[in-house]
């Protein structure tokens, strides 16, 4: 079986800045995929390749074997769509309108249909509606749909985002850090969002930070270190491999001294 | 403790205001003027004359004392907005009495007259002002309450025709028909503030929102009713050829205003080179038009030469959008900028011969329609129209067209993605928005809503020349805009309509009418940056800077006759 979503060797260097080198992801049809590493690791710059923000410099992203076309709009129809690290809602658009945004790729109302309102454009209109509020109680936001966006606390801010993604009935949800931010209670409801998303179909990579929240999540772990794919595999090889505890935790301790009494040898010398 | 001074501050303010009304206000008798036996300033001693600027301030006064001791919800700002409204009759009353009567004697004392009126009324007003401050801030009232559709609609009605009677109160209170009159500046500011006053503190009550939510809810009767005052409005007491013209014009630049309000209030692109659209659609139709001067010596029907109009202003918008594919911001502001110019210049020196350069192309021919002139007065039914009445109600349809255009694409998936695009353009693309496509058809439809307002505009004139769409006229139709409220159509009319009449108005104050014109805008700017009236989104958006912040759900006070009804609903 194909992967949905397959990154081939994908490079990506600003200027003389190598911030990926070539990384591969396979993700399988209703799989969800972790993607970790520390601060600077190159997590969101391949991201940004896999949802055709940035066109990598060599290496193909491959949407159901089809190379992805190189604009986002085209992305997001192509389905996969995206939440945002830093939350990137509409903030002076209400709740319900914000889902109706992401539902736009999907509705097919012209210009000249949307002018004169027809019956054809009431039908599309409905159906978008019942659409976004059947996701807004998906994620648990049925009953402020009319409240605007800005004026959401911040857990919910993160959910309307998935649902505005979900919106664009993606095959592939990218989430950049969904857990940001959150308190155990969020997180546990985070993961069992995303558990249910992943069971309606939906294919999903996740970037996190918590490795804890991604090694229960995930059926599959790539780490990155460095713009360089360190490892990849389910969570419980990753989390027993020696060098991604280096990665994260620094060397252990031991060897820290050993290394500070080499340098301090190598100083009297 | 501070709270504790409120109320008998205000108290005390509001009956010192009422005393002040009462008092004679000029000392000294004006010998000049085109009617003599209003020419006096003692046309300011009468207790309630012409001006009714007393009769305004007697009203307020009376209204700070009853507002001081009754509970009221939001009592900070129902008393400030009647605060300010008295200030404001008192300040200019006073100020054109001391400047027209010869100084700081004509609003004192003078060969033995006192008349301190003007000076107690300012010190009242200030007192109830201060007092009124002293109280506590309130969160915005919000009446939520939703009646059978036919109490919503019957409310609609009355609120859409006391507006109207609001609307040519405003026009004529300066005196009608445009003849010079000496006292028509302050009356007209006079009115105003006490208009400004009753609004504001309706505002404070929750009504004027209740009423803009009932409006959006029953769109299209709104529209209707709105249509069908505007062709009211040559039956009643504005009807005469003078004002004509002048609603006519604001018409024209309301339309126009509109279609800006597409570029700018919906998908955020500051256009500053608008105007030249409506240049465009004006010299189409002129050249189209069969007047000798044009280049094309064909006259087509108005409909298709408008239509024409429309069209090719929509394609030079598509060419002036096309940068924006690629230019943001403050960048693309230059890019329009320069096209305004470039067309200016162009049809200056009339490149291409089709403008007629500095002659202008003159003497368009009078629309008629069934061999009616639309320049003269119809009768209809032994009733006597003024002139130019076709012209108006061509342009009332032309608006009625150009609202509709707005108001359809804005509740559309279309619409939304413009906001989309004003709010996070890299979001709104990363969500499958085409925002090159949906930025140039933002520019398209706009600059053909202006060809179309141009198409009218040279034949209401008779006359298309350049001059008519220089730079500040795109700067004029913008502030329009963002005066009025971005986003909104009674926002663009209201600041077309502001930014046309009050020049007019303000004649009585010769070469400071800019000035003052300029002043308003700034302080308007200040305490109300969404605008008069504003889009519910922008309105969430600038309102933390005037509330406390709290979050939408803490300061809406739930009516509770709207539960109450909500209950009984379900």
Redesign the interface.
């Known amino acids: 079986m194909t992967p949905v979503l397959q990154a081939r060797d994908v490079s990506m260097v600003f200027g003389g800045l190598a911030a990926l080198k070539n990384v591969s992801l396979d993700l399988d049809e209703g799989k969800i995929v972790g993607l970790i590493g520390p601060n600077g690791a190159g997590k969101t710059t391949f991201f940004n390749c896999l949802t055709g923000l940035y066109t990598p410099t060599t290496g193909q992203v491959l949407l159901k074997g089809d190379p992805l076309p190189g604009d986002p709009a085209a992305v997001t129809d192509a389905g996969v769509a995206r939440t945002f690290q830093n939350i990137r809602l509409f903030p002076s658009m209400t709740v319900l309108e914000n889902v109706l945004l992401g539902r736009h790729v999907r509705m097919k109302q012209g210009p000249l249909s949307s002018l004169f309102h027809g019956p054809a454009f009431r039908r599309g209109e409905a159906a978008a509606r019942d659409r976004a509020r059947e996701l807004l109680a998906f994620v648990g936001l049925g009953k402020v749909e009319d409240e605007l966006s800005r004026n959401l606390p911040y857990g919910d801010q993160r959910r309307l985002e998935i649902a505005r993604a979900l919106a664009t009935d993606p095959a592939v949800l990218l989430l950049d850090e969904p857990t940001a931010g959150m308190n155990p209670q969020e997180t546990e409801a985070a993961r069992q969002l995303i558990f249910r998303i992943r069971d309606t179909g939906v294919s999903v990579v996740v970037i996190e930070h918590d490795t804890k929240f991604i090694f229960t999540l995930c059926d599959r772990v790539s780490v990155l270190v460095q713009g360089e794919l360190l490892v990849e595999g389910t969570p419980d090889e990753v989390r027993g491999d020696p060098r991604v505890v280096e990665a994260y935790l620094g060397k252990p301790p031991e060897e820290v001294e050993a290394e500070l009494q080499a340098v301090q040898e190598g100083e009297q010398s | 403790m501070k709270t504790a001074m409120a109320r008998p501050l205000s108290a005390i303010g509001s009956v010192v205001l009422i005393i002040g009304a009462l008092l004679p206000w000029a000392t000294f008798v004006l010998n000049d003027g085109p009617y003599p036996d209003k020419a006096t300033l003692e046309f300011f001693d009468a207790p309630f004359g012409l001006s009714s600027f007393r009769l305004y301030l007697e009203i307020l006064g009376l209204a700070g004392i009853v507002f001081t001791f009754v509970p009221v919800r939001d009592k900070i700002r129902v008393l400030k907005s009647i605060g300010w409204g008295a200030a404001g009759i008192s300040v200019v009353n006073l100020l054109f009495i001391a400047g027209d009567g010869g100084g700081l004697g004509a609003i004192t004392a003078a060969d033995g007259v006192p008349a301190f009126g003007s000076i107690v009324a300012v010190v009242g007003s200030a007192v109830l002002l201060f007092g009124a401050y002293q109280l506590p801030p309130e969160p915005l009232t919000v009446i939520d309450s939703k009646l059978p559709w036919w109490a919503e609609w019957l409310i609609l009605l009355a609120a859409f025709v006391a507006l109207l009677f609001l609307i040519t109160e405003t026009l004529t209170a300066g005196g009608h028909s445009g003849v010079s009159d000496p006292y028509i500046g302050p009356l007209f500011l006079s009115y105003l503030s006490a208009v400004g006053a009753l609004l504001g503190v309706l505002h404070a009550f929750g009504v004027t929102e209740w009423i803009s939510d009932m409006s959006e809810r029953h769109r299209v009767f709104s529209i209707v009713v709105l249509v069908l005052c505007a062709v009211a409005v040559p039956f009643t007491s504005v009807g005469n050829d003078y004002w004509m013209t002048i609603t006519a014009n604001i018409g024209v630049y309301a339309a126009t205003a509109i279609g800006l309000n597409i570029v700018v209030g919906l998908a955020g692109l500051l256009d500053l080179g608008y105007v030249a659209f409506m240049g465009i659609g004006a010299f189409v139709a002129a050249n189209l038009s069969g007047a000798v001067a044009a280049e094309f010596h064909i006259q087509l029907p108005f409909i298709v030469a408008a239509i024409a109009s429309g069209i090719v202003a929509g394609v030079f918008g598509a060419v002036v959008g096309s940068p924006t594919l690629r230019v943001r911001g403050d960048y693309l502001a230059i890019v329009t900028l320069a096209f305004g110019e470039i067309f200016v210049r162009v049809s200056q020196n009339n490149i291409g011969g089709l403008t007629g350069g500095s002659n202008a192309i003159p003497n368009i021919p009078d629309l008629s329609l069934f061999g009616a002139q639309f320049n003269d007065a119809p009768t209809i039914g032994g009733l006597q129209l003024p002139g130019g009445v076709l012209y108006y109600f061509l342009i009332v349809l032309l608006v009625a067209l150009v609202m509709f ?1 707005f108001g ?2 804005k509740n ?6 413009w ?2 695009i004003r ?2 353009e ?10 090159g496509k949906l930025k140039i ?1 933002a520019f398209m ?1 706009g600059a053909t809503l202006a060809g179309l307002a141009g198409a009218v505009f040279a034949h209401k004139l008779a006359t298309a020349s350049y001059d008519s769409f220089q730079f500040n006229q795109s700067v004029t139709l913008l502030a329009a805009v963002i005066l009025g409220g971005m986003g909104t159509i009674p926002g663009a009319v209201l600041g077309a309509a502001l930014l046309f009449v009050l020049p007019e108005e303000l004649r009585q104050f010769k070469d400071y009418r800019l000035l003052f014109f300029g002043l308003a805008l700034v302080v308007i700017m200040r305490f109300r940056p969404q605008g008069l009236i504003a889009d519910r ?2 309105r ?2 600038l309102a933390d800077e005037d509330t406390t912040g709290e ?3 803490d300061t809406a006070i739930k009516e509770p006759v709207a539960v109450a009804a909500k209950e009984a609903g379900a």
């Open positions: 255009v359809n694409l559309s998936r279309i619409g939304r993605a906001i989309a709010e996070d890299d979001v709104a693309r990363a969500m499958g928005v085409k925002t058809l439809t989104h922008r969430a958006e979050s939408l759900d």
